[in-house]
């Protein structure tokens, strides 16, 4: 059974630093354990202050980057490079300045690439790549307002796919078509870390933690551990949890 954790930082630039060192220990664990690690990433302001801030660690020298497979939770299909795209800001933030194996690097396809603007087809892609790799280390997820977590949203239809991953359309949030991973394959992960900082996330992470399962992020756990990574605004409601 799935151990739940929460850990609260006062500020979000101390979060951020605090899931920087947190990852960084588990790359390198996984590596000493079996020779390579695979990390799933999220996107959003407080992710990218996390992999600035991986990159000025020193114990991050001690990964070994070209044996990381590098994922993605879910992302806006737009073209390659658009500033909006998870994985352009992932690039920017660390991963244009690591030695990455580029083979290990699995972007989600862009609007502009080799299924055009057929978001259902680019979705069965990369559930085909996902096929072929072991199981995630770490899947890091944003929760949203809402207690949205990835591409999945309350009550919208996304939430009873059950392959690996899936194409969403008329999402809540522009823009509105997105692929994500689905909940099964984010349940897959040995550890699942939600990340939330600021007062907007008050309401959504204490009903989650109060086990409000009508929120995506109440039912987004790991196979071993779930950690809920939080600021002190964002962990507000969770004493009454």
């Known amino acids: 059974m799935s151990k739940t954790l929460v850990v609260v930082s006062p500020d979000a630039?101390?979060?951020?630093?605090?899931?920087?060192?947190?990852?960084?220990?588990?790359?390198?664990?996984?590596?000493?354990?079996?020779?390579?690690?695979?990390?799933?990433?999220?996107?959003g302001r407080i992710a990218?202050?996390?992999?600035?801030?991986?990159?000025?660690?020193?114990?991050?020298?001690?990964?070994?980057?070209?044996?990381?497979?590098?994922?993605?939770?879910?992302?806006?299909?737009?073209?390659?490079?658009?500033?909006?795209?998870?994985?352009?800001?992932?690039?920017?933030?660390?991963?244009?300045?690591?030695?990455?194996?580029?083979?290990?690097?699995?972007?989600?396809p862009a609007s502009d690439g080799p299924d055009g603007d057929d978001a259902s087809v680019a979705a069965e892609r990369y559930a085909r790549e996902l096929g072929d790799h072991p199981a995630f280390d770490v899947l890091m997820l944003g929760v949203g307002e809402d207690g949205h977590v990835a591409s999945l949203f309350p009550g919208?239809?996304?939430?009873n796919e059950t392959g690996a991953t899936a194409a969403t359309f008329n999402s809540p949030k522009p823009p509105p078509t997105r692929i994500t991973l689905t909940m099964p394959t984010i349940q897959s992960a040995d550890e699942v870390w939600l990340v939330a900082a600021g007062?907007?996330?008050?309401k959504s992470v204490g009903a989650a933690l109060n086990g409000d399962k009508s929120l995506p992020a109440a039912?987004?756990?790991?196979?071993?551990?779930?950690?809920?990574?939080?600021?002190?605004?964002?962990?507000?409601?969770?004493?009454?949890?």
């Open 13 to 43: 630039d101390t979060l951020a630093a605090t899931v920087a060192a947190r990852l960084t220990i588990k790359i390198i664990d996984a590596q000493a354990e079996r020779g390579s690690a695979s990390i799933v990433l999220t996107g």
């Open 48 to 108: 990218a202050k996390v992999l600035a801030g991986l990159k000025d660690l020193p114990a991050a020298k001690a990964i070994d980057w070209a044996h990381v497979d590098l994922w993605w939770g879910d992302e806006r299909f737009l073209p390659t490079g658009d500033p909006d795209r998870n994985d352009t800001q992932a690039r920017a933030a660390l991963l244009d300045a690591l030695p990455l194996d580029p083979a290990r690097v699995h972007a989600m």
């Open 156 to 159: 919208h239809p996304v939430l």
């Open 199 to 202: 007062p907007d996330k008050t």
């Open 219 to 241: 039912h987004a756990t790991g196979t071993s551990r779930t950690l809920w990574l939080l600021d002190g605004a964002a962990a507000a409601d969770v004493a009454a949890s």
